[in-house]
């Protein structure tokens, strides 16, 4: 046969017969270095089934919190003894006032449009949880505080609750709470309803996210049991004997130290907080076990920056050791959180 005549091979050369591949090659399919194995990308494929309308109606929910909870952080908050009280004094205020509701707002409109509505639902499910807790305690800062005044540490500003009015900000934030309750008695409710599966590529990390994140629970309510911000205590010289003596001086109360309502809000936020912790890593699939983790994220990061808030913005204020070690632990499960999203069975570190 003329050489012309001869058809090419496979590899485009004309004129020689194309060279066998080995089954090795034609397994991977020619898979350059650092490319994800078919096994590893198997068990990672997303299966996504119909978004059921209860799913939507939680997204809905969520987002409408968001926005009422940034609506909340610029108005008046309480008027305390004649002083209105207001979150957002700067820029920066601005933006630590916004970290939760902006989130709540991304999230919830994801997971109305019924884009990877477990992830969603787990985050609704989590931030619910830990809202009913922190709605008990704002009825008792606004409603109930008066019944025994006490310092209180509110948007920065140390008050004495002897008087309290509320304000459209404090209104607005209860509404967020409260919706955030519903988003996340719907998330309950929707989630046997939610297909969304995957291969179960994130596995072999659960138990050691779920032990981490068990420590940064339990450390976390060990921290919030004492006040992120406090009054430093003063030092007195005697005039007589001339030795300074250190003098306590009344501070903020903490989270357990509040009567009433307030005491069982705390005791539920603990209560929730660790068992979310307990809980968030065994989510199925993958991007679950991702949206529970980024809202105790969420909540550790707005809780730890908001006494970080109230120590620069008072001068009768400082940062507490537990304030520190709250917004460590805070970094430490945004950390969990985006290793739990990068995780790929076999090669953590390939997205």
Request: net charge neutral; proline share 7%; glycine share 14%.
């Amino acid at each position: 046969m003329p050489a012309r005549d001869r058809a090419p091979d496979r590899t485009g050369t004309p004129g020689r017969p194309g060279a066998a591949r080995s089954p090795a090659a034609r397994r991977t399919g020619g898979l350059r270095a650092g490319a994800t194995s078919p096994s590893a990308a198997a068990s990672d494929r997303l299966v996504v089934g119909q978004v059921p309308v209860l799913a939507r109606a939680c997204g809905l929910l969520l987002l409408l919190a968001g926005l009422a909870g940034a609506a909340a952080a610029f108005p008046t908050y309480l008027v305390v003894g004649g002083t209105a009280v207001s979150p957002v004094q700067g820029a920066l205020d601005a933006v630590v006032a916004l970290v939760a509701p902006v989130a709540s707002v991304a999230v919830g409109a994801g997971l109305l449009l019924g884009r990877v509505p477990r992830f969603g639902l787990a985050y609704a499910a989590v931030t619910g949880a830990l809202a009913v807790g922190r709605l008990l305690i704002e009825l008792h800062r606004g409603q109930g505080s008066t019944t025994r005044p006490a310092v209180e540490v509110l948007a920065g500003e140390l008050v004495l609750t002897s008087s309290v009015e509320v304000g459209a900000g404090w209104v607005l934030g209860v509404v967020a709470l409260g919706l955030a309750v519903l988003a996340g008695l719907t998330a309950f409710a929707a989630w046997g309803r939610t297909v969304m599966e995957d291969g179960g590529g994130l596995d072999p990390l659960r138990p050691v996210l779920a032990g981490v994140a068990v420590l940064l629970g339990v450390a976390a309510v060990l921290a919030l049991a004492l006040p992120a911000a406090d009054v430093p205590d003063e030092v007195v010289t005697d005039p007589r004997s001339g030795l300074e003596v250190v003098v306590d001086q009344e501070g903020p109360q903490a989270l357990l130290e509040r009567p009433g309502l307030a005491l069982l809000g705390g005791l539920l936020l603990a209560g929730a907080l660790v068992l979310s912790a307990v809980v968030a890593p065994s989510l199925r699939p993958r991007l679950a076990a991702v949206g529970g983790l980024l809202a105790v994220a969420v909540f550790l990061l707005d809780s730890a920056l908001g006494g970080l808030r109230g120590a620069w913005s008072s001068p009768d204020l400082e940062w507490t050791v537990p304030g520190i070690g709250l917004l460590v632990l805070a970094l430490g499960a945004v950390g969990l959180t985006l290793l739990a999203w990068r995780w790929r069975r076999g090669s953590p570190a390939q997205g």
